[in-house]
C-alpha cells in the first residue's frame, strides 16, 4: 500500500505541473473578454542631438527617432510588432476657403526624416490610404505618425499586426516643448476578436500620459508643419487573451457636438508586443494542490476498491 501510494503521488505531481503548464498559455481572444489595464512605462531611443546647448529639446525634433526598447514593471521589452494592415472605417472631411477637401486623418512625419538614414518613415500627406496608415506606423521611427486634425467631427480606422499580441504602447504629441503637458487628446481604443467583435474596450485619456522625454515635429503637406511637441506615453495591455486588431476612433474633434466629449484631434503611434505574464507563487502551488489531491484521491479509491 506504501508503494502504491507513493507512486500515486508521482504521478499526481507530474499531473499538477502539466496543468500549470497548461494555465500559462495564452487563451485565444475569440474564448472569452478581458479589460485593459493601463501601465507607464519608459521609451529609449535613438536620435539626433540638437546642436544648440542651450536649447530645452531633447533632440532634434524633424529627424528620425528610433525606438530601441520600452521599460516597465522590471523588464526591459525590444522585440516589437508593428502594423502590418489597416482599414479606413471613417474619415470625416472639411472644405478649405480655397475648395480643396481633406479629411481629418492624415499621415505625418519630421520635416527631415527623409534625408535621415536611420530609419525608414511613412509619408506626409492629407487623405492617406489603408497601406499609407500602415506605412506611416508599420515602423518603428516614432516620428512617422497619424495626425487627426480639428477640422471636423470623427475618424476611424482598424489596424492589425501580423501575430496576436497583447500589450500595445501609444505616444501622443502633446503640448509645447519643454512645457508641463505631455499629451493634449484622447483616443477609444477597442481590441476585436476573429469575428471583428469587440472583446476589450479602453478610452485613453489626454491627462493619463506622461512625458516620454523626446519631441517631434510634424508636416503633413501641405496643410500642416509645426512643432516642436513633447510627446506623451501610455501602455495598455490585454489580461489573459490576445487580439490582432485595434479599432481607433476620436469624435467630436472640431468640439461642435453639445454632450459629447471633444477628443481633440488625437496625434498618435501605436507599436504592439507580446508580454508573457508569469503566474504569481500562490496561483501555482494552489493548482499543484489541488490537481495533486484530485488524482490522489482518484487512485486511492481505485486501490481501495
Known amino acids: 500500500m506504501t508503494n ?16 500549470v ?6 487563451v485565444p481572444a475569440h474564448a472569452q473578454t478581458a479589460p485593459f489595464t493601463q501601465f507607464s512605462f519608459k521609451t529609449n ?11 530645452s529639446l531633447l533632440n532634434d525634433p524633424t529627424r528620425d527617432i528610433r525606438l530601441d526598447s520600452v521599460e516597465f514593471s522590471g523588464r526591459t521589452i525590444s522585440s516589437f510588432e508593428v502594423v502590418t494592415k489597416a482599414k479606413i472605417l471613417r474619415n470625416d472631411t472639411y472644405i478649405l476657403p480655397d475648395g480643396n477637401v481633406f479629411g481629418v486623418l492624415n499621415s505625418g512625419r519630421g520635416p527631415n526624416t527623409p534625408d535621415d538614414t536611420l530609419l525608414f518613415e511613412g509619408p506626409s500627406k492629407p487623405n492617406p490610404t489603408a497601406q499609407d496608415i500602415v506605412d506611416s506606423l508599420g515602423n518603428l521611427n516614432l516620428n512617422s505618425i497619424l495626425v487627426t ?3 471636423a467631427d470623427t475618424d476611424s480606422i482598424e489596424v492589425s ?3 496576436p499580441v497583447n500589450t500595445f504602447l501609444f505616444w501622443e504629441r502633446g503640448g509645447t516643448a519643454g512645457g508641463s503637458v505631455a499629451g493634449d487628446s484622447d483616443l477609444l481604443v477597442e ?15 489626454r491627462q493619463n500620459y506622461s512625458k516620454a522625454d523626446y519631441n517631434i515635429s510634424t508636416q503633413v503637406f501641405p496643410i500642416l508643419n509645426n512643432g516642436p511637441f513633447n510627446i506623451g506615453s501610455i501602455g495598455i495591455s490585454l489580461n489573459g487573451i490576445t487580439t490582432q486588431t485595434l479599432r481607433l476612433t476620436s469624435s467630436n474633434n472640431n468640439g461642435l457636438i453639445p454632450g459629447i466629449p471633444n477628443d481633440n484631434g488625437p496625434d498618435f503611434k501605436v507599436i504592439a508586443a507580446t ?3 508569469v503566474p504569481e507563487s500562490s496561483t501555482i502551488m494552489g493548482a499543484l494542490l489541488m490537481g495533486g489531491l484530485g488524482i490522489i484521491f482518484k487512485r486511492k479509491r481505485t486501490v481501495m476498491s
Not at 531611443?45 to 536649447?55: G, K, L
Request: aromatic fraction near 8%; glycine fraction near 2%.
Open 191 to 205: 481590441a476585436l476578436g476573429e469575428n471583428n467583435e469587440v472583446i476589450a474596450t479602453y478610452k485613453i485619456l
Open 161 to 163: 499586426f501580423a501575430n
Open 21 to 26: 503548464a497548461s494555465l500559462i498559455l495564452t
Open 4 to 19: 502504491i501510494f507513493a507512486k500515486t503521488i508521482a504521478i499526481a505531481t507530474s499531473a499538477a505541473f502539466i496543468s
Open 45 to 55: 531611443v535613438t536620435a539626433t542631438p540638437t546642436n544648440d546647448p542651450t536649447s
Open 275 to 277: 508580454v508573457k505574464v
Open 149 to 151: 486634425r480639428e477640422n
